[in-house]
């Protein structure tokens, strides 16, 4: 090992010699793109702002529009004399100043960028191949969002295939040894820019539908003798792309071909089982294939995502993690040298020279492997190894600057990044004994996460299970519990097992629950799978009124020893069900498949949001529970705290068939309410199975009651009752409006005025905006408005483009609408199912018909599956505020795109309906942003990403106008709604004399000793 490492540090320091005749021009100190990086690598928010600037800079059309962005970004943000000169000379002369700044960042870009087209790239690959260099090129594109999109791409890599193939044809090998393992060819494929419905839950389909793209790619390669290579992109699509590369070349056609290679990425955790996996596959296959080992071009991605998601994260913490990991995986490659051919893809001399000894220690003659390198990047590197006899090769993106500021970006981070070697060495010059020391030294024990990284806090915990908010103080920042990420194969095992379980069940029936016992009536109202109506999941028993009548009773029987249960014991009963529910993941999600026609990940995220409802509420009453001191007045005391209300109805939807009804149960449960929960007619199965969650948690008997069955019976009857105290209800806008009037007549008997909590739907819109992300907008539209079917009150159904942008997002729109996978959601990847009854599906219809008589229908899905309830996904363009679809719910997969002249107009059409749910904003301009969050009216004002979606305590959620009565599930002050505010005041003064202090809580009068 000391051997290795000295001949790691004498190869190193000779890099260094050979690099040092040769200085790096990107990190030179002269020049546009050297200054904007000195001072991005000193100020982490000039960073920021000039990436963003440049990721919009090339879709603004005019000098004008440059000149206000450039304003907006940077401008009275304190950086710097430089930059606030050129953005006050760009005010005065914006045409001459937005042309220059245009041509600056399209040379930035050129340096990472091989040429704009394959002619364009030869220039560059022939100056390469005079310094002993080779390539791989890879074809910039912007994000694939439809199949036209991927179809158009798979064409320009066969043309860019042949054109290589055609021009190097006289190329030999720069080694002119082992050369049968290296083609001259090389081209860098991604796998994402192939098919446009990629789903991590759903391998089996990504592979059918990228085989038969690539064959011709592969089969055309092979015939010319070129190299085919896999990229390595996202976490979530690795294991497809490993998948793929196997399933594709184990083929017959393709079994004994070498000349393919795929990419492994050291910062991931499970790398070295997937390398270990693919050198057995390998060996199996029994002929040569590459591997390209990197660190990973995507890690600050993929630390967010994990974050933002709760999941544990993919990448190491420590960047020393993945240098070792670096190593360990390239003794792995060098020591399989007989099956798998080796490169290197890396700029880290300590990595390379790494590589470098341990091949000689083990024999391997530098033919045998290659080093690759990226364009534009590290270049004094590329000319050492060359004069040091290896091979080296160049990745050559190709492409248009549009397609290119995803990698431009990318790029750009990994110059800049603090942690990274290129800077180390050439911004900062790190000495070579720092830069070449033995990575694993400086690993922090225990994964623990080195000061001044990247990773938030909240990170540490990543890796804990998500735990109850028992040991929280109150108020502390609640941490939701993770989505189920289907990328794993065990997650998508479990699910697969989850739904055959579940249809063994299919026709189980239900009792009501009433006082803690199962009550059977005689009529059983069946409850169908929407994607095959003659399928019956399970039947509820149907209450009539004397069932109704018994739940009133059980429920005030309970109320009086339910409402003095302290609130510690209330919230562990929530936090019990929440548990059960995170045990029964899977078998909850998949009656949520066949109940309400939920695709697999909107399933499970429908039971995180109900374990994230009975957590959250629980940390929330523990925080309003305790009787607050409101000041300190000597002699006095005065606590503000609260009281239940009595008896909750809670009347349920079934959009989201167990989290918003567990929402409002377990908020009327947790602050001392007893409840009668009424899930929809349509979703009984998942109610019911609530039910059994709160019983197996141990919820005394009254406290919470289970009545399935039809609104029209028992809904009235309750809601007028003069013993329900307060209505949660959740559902559409002519129920609600009726309940909120019926509510307000007080009966005779009656001793509150009833508290109605009323959340109704929306007519939800997004604008676009004119310097948008197209691809990143088109996505966003098409999941907010065909997700679900378009059913849930969130979902988006007026897109507001402005003219200036029309055609261009028009003409993706469509055809990215006609890629959806439309199909039965047991299937994982489905993103459209049926609609939920037939009643939906003849008022869809009917809407559908009205929007062919007021607008012009511009797409509609054909292929549809023959039975069950399915709409097809349906597009009308030319549509005005006035008109109906354009102003009445639809619910369901029905997209009006309105055309405005410019954002004015945009936000009073967004403005101008009955309804404030959810609004969308997709820009890149930060005064618009601004404007925008103050001016849209929704209750969730989401900017560049989609307007569904809200997670319970970050996205507090509800609406206002005719959405609701303005309360936010989810939220800190929710179960105020549940609870009435009391304040008791005590003169403790006795002759002048006062205690000298109060305590700040205190509870005790909350539960007092019952005689
Ligand atoms: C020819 C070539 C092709 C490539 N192809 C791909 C590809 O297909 N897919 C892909 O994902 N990448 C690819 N990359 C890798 C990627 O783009 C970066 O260039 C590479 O990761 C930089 O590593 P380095 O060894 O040059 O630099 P170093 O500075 O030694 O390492 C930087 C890298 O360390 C990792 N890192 C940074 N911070 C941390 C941290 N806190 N904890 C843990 N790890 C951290 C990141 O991967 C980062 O990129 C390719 C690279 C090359 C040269």
Not at 807 to 821: F, H, W
Not at 859 to 885: C, E
Request: aromatic share 10%; with cysteine.
């Amino acid at each position: 090992m000391k051997a290795l490492q000295s001949e790691i540090e004498r190869r190193g320091r000779r890099i260094f010699e050979l690099v040092d005749k040769h200085p790096e021009a990107l990190f030179s100190k002269a020049g546009f793109y050297q200054r904007l990086m000195a001072l991005s690598m000193r100020d982490e928010r000039f960073k920021v702002q000039l990436f963003r600037f440049v990721d919009v800079l090339p879709s603004l059309r005019g000098s004008r529009d440059i000149v206000e962005h450039l304003n907006e970004y940077f401008s009275d943000n304190g950086f710097g004399p430089l930059i606030n000169a050129g953005v006050r000379l760009a005010g005065v002369v914006p045409w001459l100043s937005g042309r220059i700044l245009r041509w600056n960042v399209s040379g930035m870009a050129h340096q990472f960028i091989a040429g704009k087209n394959p002619d364009d790239v030869m220039a560059t690959l022939r100056k390469r191949r005079a310094q002993k260099i080779g390539f791989t090129v890879d074809l910039l594109g912007e994000a694939v969002v439809s199949e036209a999109d991927a179809d158009e791409y798979a064409a320009r890599y066969l043309d860019l295939l042949e054109k290589l193939a055609l021009d190097t044809k006289d190329w030999t090998d720069p080694l002119g040894k082992n050369s049968e393992l290296f083609p001259v060819v090389n081209l860098s494929v991604k796998i994402s820019a192939l098919y446009s419905q990629m789903n991590p839950a759903d391998p089996a389909d990504a592979i059918t539908h990228l085989v038969p793209k690539l064959r011709p790619l592969l089969r055309r390669a092979r015939e010319l003798g070129a190299f085919i290579n896999f990229d390595m992109e996202s976490y979530a699509h690795k294991n497809t792309t490993l998948e793929l590369f196997k399933t594709i070349l184990t083929e017959a056609e393709f079994k004994d071909w070498p000349h393919v290679g795929i990419v492994i990425q050291a910062y991931l955790r499970d790398s070295e089982a997937d390398l270990r996996d693919l050198i057995e596959w390998g060996r199996a296959r029994s002929t040569r294939f590459a591997v390209r080992l990197v660190k990973g071009a995507y890690w600050d991605y993929e630390t967010t995502k994990s974050l933002q998601n709760s999941w544990d994260c993919p990448v190491f913490f420590q960047k020393p993690q993945s240098d070792v990991n670096f190593e360990t995986l390239t003794e792995l490659l060098l020591e399989n040298q007989s099956i798998v051919t080796a490169a290197f893809g890396s700029h880290n001399v300590r990595s390379i020279a790494h590589a470098q000894a341990l091949a000689d220690e083990l024999g391997i003659d530098h033919s045998c492997f290659e080093f690759q390198l990226l364009y534009g990047m590290a270049g004094p590197i590329k000319q050492a190894l060359v004069e040091m006899g290896y091979r080296v090769r160049e990745y050559c993106p190709v492409g248009e600057l549009l397609p290119g500021m995803a990698y431009l970006v990318r790029r750009l981070l990994e110059n800049t990044s603090n942690e990274g070697f290129l800077r180390a060495k050439f911004a900062e010059s790190v000495s070579a004994k720092e830069l070449l020391r033995d990575p694993r030294e400086l690993v922090k024990p225990d994964g623990a996460i080195p000061p001044g990284s990247p990773i938030p806090a909240t990170a540490r915990n990543q890796h804990r299970k998500n735990d109850a908010s028992l040991d929280s103080a109150p108020g502390d920042v609640y941490r939701n519990s993770p989505l189920v990420n289907f990328v794993y194969k065990d997650s998508q095992d479990k699910m697969r097992s989850a739904l055959r379980e579940a249809r063994s069940r299919f026709g189980e029936k239900y009792p009501l629950v009433i006082g803690g016992e199962k009550v059977w009536t005689d009529q059983l109202t069946p409850s169908v799978n929407p994607s095959a109506p003659d399928e019956i999941v399970g039947y509820g028993s149907e209450p009539g009124i004397p069932e109704a009548e018994r739940a009133v009773k059980a429920a005030r029987a309970a109320f009086g020893k339910w409402s003095r249960t302290p609130f510690e014991e209330r919230a562990r009963l929530l936090e019990r069900a929440a548990d059960i529910m995170e045990r029964r993941r899977y078998e909850l999600s998949a009656v949520e498949v066949f109940e309400v026609g939920k695709p697999w990940n909107e399933a499970d995220a429908d039971i995180r949001e109900a374990i994230d409802f009975c957590r959250f509420y629980a940390q929330q009453m523990r925080r309003l529970g305790r009787p607050k001191l409101t000041q300190q007045v000597p002699g006095e005391e005065s606590y503000h705290h609260y009281w239940p209300r009595g008896v909750a109805f809670v009347i349920a939807p079934w959009n989201f068939p167990i989290a918003i009804v567990c929402g409002m149960a377990s908020a009327g449960v947790v602050t001392g309410n007893t409840v009668i929960m009424k899930p929809s007619e349509q979703s009984i199965v998942c109610g019911a199975m609530l039910m059994q969650v709160f019983e197996e948690a141990g919820v005394p008997p009254g406290v919470l009651n289970f009545l399935s069955g039809h609104g029209s019976v028992i809904g009235a009857h309750l809601v007028d009752h003069k013993d329900v105290d307060l209505i949660a209800f959740t559902g559409s806008r002519e129920v609600g409006l009726k309940i909120w009037e019926s509510a307000g007549i007080t009966r005779p008997g009656q001793r509150e005025l009833k508290r109605v909590i009323c959340e109704m739907g929306g007519k939800n819109a997004m604008i676009v905006d004119s310097d948008a992300d197209i691809g990143e907008a088109i996505g966003y539209s098409i999941y907010s408005a065909f997700g679900y079917q378009g059913q849930k009150c969130s979902a988006l159904s007026r897109l507001i483009l402005l003219e200036e942008n029309y055609d261009r997002v028009m003409e993706r729109l469509i055809p990215a609408a006609a890629s959806l996978r439309i199909g039965n959601p047991e299937e994982p990847g489905i993103m459209v199912g049926p609609v939920i009854d037939e009643a939906a599906y003849r008022r869809i219809l009917d809407y559908i018909e009205v929007g062919k008589s007021e607008a012009t229908l511009a797409y509609q899905a054909k292929d549809l599956p023959p039975h069950g309830y399915f709409i097809p996904p349906t597009i009308f363009t030319g549509v005005k505020p006035n008109m109906r679809i354009a102003r009445e719910e639809i619910f369901g997969p029905v997209l009006s795109v309105l055309k405005v002249r410019d954002l004015d107009e945009a936000l009073e059409v967004a403005n101008g309906t009955d309804y404030a749910l959810t609004g969308g904003f997709l820009s890149r301009s930060p005064d618009n942003i601004e404007r925008v969050k103050a001016q849209l009216e929704a209750g969730n004002v989401y900017i560049n990403r989609s307007c569904t979606g809200a997670i319970v305590g970050r996205h507090p959620f509800g609406g206002f106008k005719m959405s609701g009565s303005g309360t936010k599930a989810g939220g800190e002050d929710y179960l105020l709604n549940f609870l009435v505010p009391r304040v008791v005041t005590e003169n403790t003064t006795r002759h002048g004399l006062a205690p000298e202090q109060t305590p700040e809580y205190r509870e005790e009068f909350l539960w007092p000793k019952l005689q």
